[in-house]
T-cell receptor, first 116, second 113 residues
């Protein structure tokens, strides 16, 4: 049963600390999305990659957030320094070109981040 | 860029009645429209999707309609059951060259027994 794996599932950290969230996309998927979910904002797109190349990260606060794909099996989202307003659930999703009728976007189980 | 609006934000219906959730999108190039269901504390999961070359798609009690001219699409759930209670998200995808999957703000559906 192929699935997107995110680690850690939960993270509590102090304001100012660095946070790294990891995502293992489904093997063979070449598109990876990072979303942030809060009660007020729904599913907010932060960044996405196609074949490991960042295509758009305009939804991400550049001064503290960074997203990378070191290889095809790992995507990372880093916050440095973290702030209480970053508290949210961060989802990673992977898929293949939807307009070619290949597959849906599969979501990982999310990382619940709490910054105190 | 793409903007997806979703209404209503909350919806309560009696068990057995129908529920309708509506979305509009702004980018006429969008050609793929999935709907996701998210139960409390869980990840969003696809329940149905539609591509721009069809106007309607059904899967048992769930159906989606698409009006490309008006740039809106809707989710219809018939004979609602308690397990349909969840948050539903619509999304739009514009395809090659603009591969964002943009979500609406969600609808919290509550089925009243």
């Amino acid at each position: 049963d192929a699935r997107v794996t995110q680690t850690p599932r939960h993270k509590v950290t102090e304001m100012g600390q660095e946070v790294t969230m990891r995502c293992q996309p489904i093997l063979g998927h070449n598109t990876v999305f990072w979303y942030r979910q809060t009660m007020m904002q729904g599913l907010e797109l932060l960044a996405y990659f196609r074949n490991r190349a960042p295509l758009d990260d305009s939804g991400m606060p550049k001064d503290r957030f960074s997203a990378e794909m070191p290889d095809a099996t790992l995507a990372t989202l880093k916050i440095q320094p973290s702030e209480p307003r970053d508290s949210a659930v961060y989802f990673c999703a992977s898929g293949s070109p939807f307009d070619r009728g290949q597959t849906e976007a599969f979501f990982g189980q999310g990382t619940r981040l709490t910054v105190v | 860029g793409e903007n997806v609006e979703q209404h209503p934000s909350t919806l309560s219906v009696q068990e057995g009645d129908s529920a309708v959730i509506k979305c509009t999108y702004s980018d006429s190039a969008s050609n793929y429209f999935p709907w996701y269901k998210q139960e409390l504390g869980k990840r969003p999961q696809l329940i149905i999707d539609i591509r721009s070359n069809v106007g309607e798609k059904k899967d048992q009690r769930i159906a989606v309609t698409l009006n490309k001219t008006a740039k809106h699409f809707s989710l219809h759930i018939t004979e609602t059951q308690p397990e349909d209670s969840a948050v539903y998200f619509c999304a739009a995808y514009a395809g090659f060259g603009n591969e964002k999957l943009t979500f609406g703000t969600g609808t919290r559906l509550t089925i009243i027994p």
